[in-house]
């Protein structure tokens, strides 16, 4: 069961300036999105009632969206502006619509009842309008299922195993973590203090010795992870935000947004350091990914999914406790 009163990234508001509506399924269900001529953005079920050909395949028309199949028109609350063939419009001739709000450069769709749907629980991912910070984007299509992907995020003790070459360091696994859950968000705090910096990150920060590491992972539900990554020594501290709104597609499968923010470095997209920041950034997720679509293969031809649990687990249990809790109250309501 997916959650539906709670906020999904659905499409990257670059994706919304191009006028052309943009398609995709979210907890399984198609829905269209577009932004009208006037400026107003619009999310509806992806389904002509009239012969149920995808509106997404459609244009934008002025305060509407036109069904390529037969020109009938919907505007952004549903409603039919126009049947091309008639001019009697029949109360069936209608969509539904959902809540949809821009917000951090994503467009945050709200599934659920809409009149729950409160813009100021969507996670506040700050540093995407903080002066000094440089952002880059991607969305990744991953052939698995979305908890599977936050169990990964919510557990940096594999990074030593998986990501060996780039940012794993053999501390990760012996330092203990805390975990706090307030509310419904789920928090984990490590520090690591003298250890060496990984490769990746002692070419980040130019370090020439040991540092220091900070790291708070975040988790907001339904899964919505940030984590906040500091390296420091006695003449430089530079600090990473990874942003990581996971939206599920289907049981198996998940809509991966992908951001990493920096506080260093050039703004200039061009500049060599940033292309290969950016191009290291990819290749550690690119690694993740890669094992999560062998997990999910692995979970179907066992045909169930009952792992043994150990220490570095106490983050990611606690976040699908919540997610058991939240399903609970949503069933009941």
């Given amino acids: 069961m997916f959650l539906k009163n709670q906020w999904y990234a659905a499409a990257l508001m670059s994706e919304l300036e191009t006028?052309?509506?943009?398609?995709?399924?979210?907890?399984?269900?198609?829905?269209?999105?577009?932004r009208t001529e006037s400026g107003t953005l619009a999310a509806l079920e992806d389904r002509c009632?009239?012969?149920?050909?995808?509106?997404?395949?459609?244009?934008?028309?002025?305060?509407?969206?036109?069904?390529p199949y037969h020109g009938i028109r919907f505007g952004p609350s549903g409603e039919c502006t126009l049947i091309?063939?008639?001019s009697t419009i029949p109360s069936l001739m209608r969509v539904k619509s959902y809540p949809l709000v821009e917000k951090w450069g994503w467009a945050w769709i709200w599934l659920g009842d809409p009149k729950a749907a409160d813009p100021a629980s969507i996670p506040n991912y700050w540093w995407f309008d903080a002066p000094g910070w440089k952002s880059f984007r991607r969305l990744f299509h991953l052939n698995a299922n979305y908890e599977l992907c936050a169990d990964n995020l919510l557990d940096l003790s594999h990074t030593p195993f998986l990501h060996k070459t780039s940012v794993g360091v053999p501390e990760m696994v012996t330092i203990p973590f805390e975990t706090r859950v307030e509310g419904n968000t789920v928090y984990q705090y490590r520090v690591m203090e003298n250890v060496r910096p990984s490769p990746f990150v002692a070419e980040w920060g130019q370090f020439k010795g040991n540092i220091n590491r900070r790291a708070t992972v975040t988790w907001v539900p339904a899964a919505n992870i940030s984590a906040e990554l500091i390296y420091e020594d006695a003449d430089t501290s530079i600090t990473i935000m990874l942003t990581n709104p996971l939206t599920p597609e289907t049981e198996k499968s998940t809509h991966v947004?992908?951001?990493?923010?920096?506080?260093f470095g050039s703004d200039d997209p061009n500049d060599p350091m940033s292309k290969r920041f950016e191009a290291q950034s990819l290749q550690i997720l690119e690694e993740d990914l890669s094992l999560m679509e062998d997990q999910q293969r692995i979970m179907d031809q066992a045909g169930e999914f009952r792992p043994a649990i150990i220490s570095s687990d106490a983050t990611l249990v606690q976040a699908r406790r919540v997610l058991d809790r939240l399903r609970k109250q949503e069933l009941s309501a």
Avoid: D
């Avoid at 006028?19 to 577009?34: A, H, L």
């Avoid at 995808?54 to 028309?61: A, F, N, Q, V």
């Fill in 19 to 34: 006028g052309r509506p943009v398609g995709r399924v979210i907890c399984g269900e198609p829905v269209v999105m577009f």
């Fill in 49 to 67: 009632p009239h012969r149920y050909a995808p509106l997404s395949k459609g244009e934008c028309i002025g305060e509407s969206i036109a069904c």
């Fill in 84 to 86: 091309p063939q008639q």
């Fill in 257 to 263: 947004w992908f951001a990493w923010s920096r506080n």
